[in-house]
């Protein structure tokens, strides 16, 4: 069965530094993976997702995350944070037995110093 | 264009009454799922409905169960309702069944409370 580790619960960065949220998955095959993002009050939002191809992608506000096969990991990044970018990011998986439900990982809790 | 909307915003019931939750999804949109966000338990995946037909389901009991209208509008109601039923219900739509290439756009959820 797939899943997904992200092991960071809560992360605190100052804003204008560097980002990474790892994300570990567990699955058989080649994966399909999925950054989420979790503001307050609202619902999940895309930020980028992994198929095949180009192992670096690139998503919306900035972001990017590079797929490591052998690592098994799917690190989301961002150069330099905004205070806007306080949210919960959540790492998915899908493709396990052609299904393409994902399952989601328990959250990354970002806090943005000023 | 207009993105999910889910009513009621917030919910409170007591323990052994059913609570209904409506989804209307992205004008155009045919595929409407549930998730079930709980500190616990995370994100997990209630169903998929397209079409009017249950496509998906994941591992959660008989007391969830949902609908999808004509005009893709759709409910999901819980019976019997338990205090681990207390969680924030995510409905996500998208053109086409959950695949590759069809993007889940999420609604702001509906938070329920049992007391």
């Known amino acids: 069965a797939q899943s997904v580790t992200q092991p960071d619960i809560h992360i605190t960065v100052s804003e204008g530094a560097s980002l990474e949220l790892r994300c570990n998955y567990s699955?058989?095959?080649?994966?399909?993976l999925f950054w989420y993002v979790q503001s307050p009050g609202q619902g999940l939002q895309l930020l980028l997702k992994y198929f095949s191809g180009d192992t670096l992608v690139q998503g919306i506000k900035g972001f990017e995350a590079e797929f490591k096969r052998s690592q098994s990991s799917f690190n989301l990044r961002k150069p330099s944070v905004h205070w806007s970018d306080a949210a919960e990011y959540f790492c998915?998986?899908?493709?396990?037995?052609?299904?393409?439900?994902?399952?989601f990982g328990r959250g990354t809790s970002l806090i943005v110093h000023p | 264009k207009a993105g999910v909307t889910q009513t009621p915003r917030y919910l409170i019931k007591t323990r052994g009454q059913q609570v209904t939750l409506s989804c209307s999804p992205i004008s155009g949109h045919r595929s409407v799922s549930w998730y079930q966000q709980t500190p616990g338990q995370g994100l997990q995946f209630l169903f998929e409905y397209f079409s009017e037909t249950q496509r998906n389901k994941g591992n959660f009991p008989g007391r969830f169960s949902g609908r999808q209208f004509s005009n893709s509008r759709s409910e999901m109601n819980v019976s019997t309702l338990e205090l681990g039923d207390s969680a924030l219900y995510l409905c996500?739509?998208?053109?086409?069944?959950?695949?590759?290439?069809?993007?889940?756009?999420f609604g702001p959820g509906t938070r329920l409370t049992v007391l």
């Open positions: 996500a739509s998208s053109f086409g069944l959950i695949l590759r290439d069809n993007e889940q756009f």
């Open positions: 998915a998986v899908g493709g396990s037995g052609g299904s393409y439900i994902p399952t």
């Open positions: 699955y058989g095959a080649t994966p399909y």
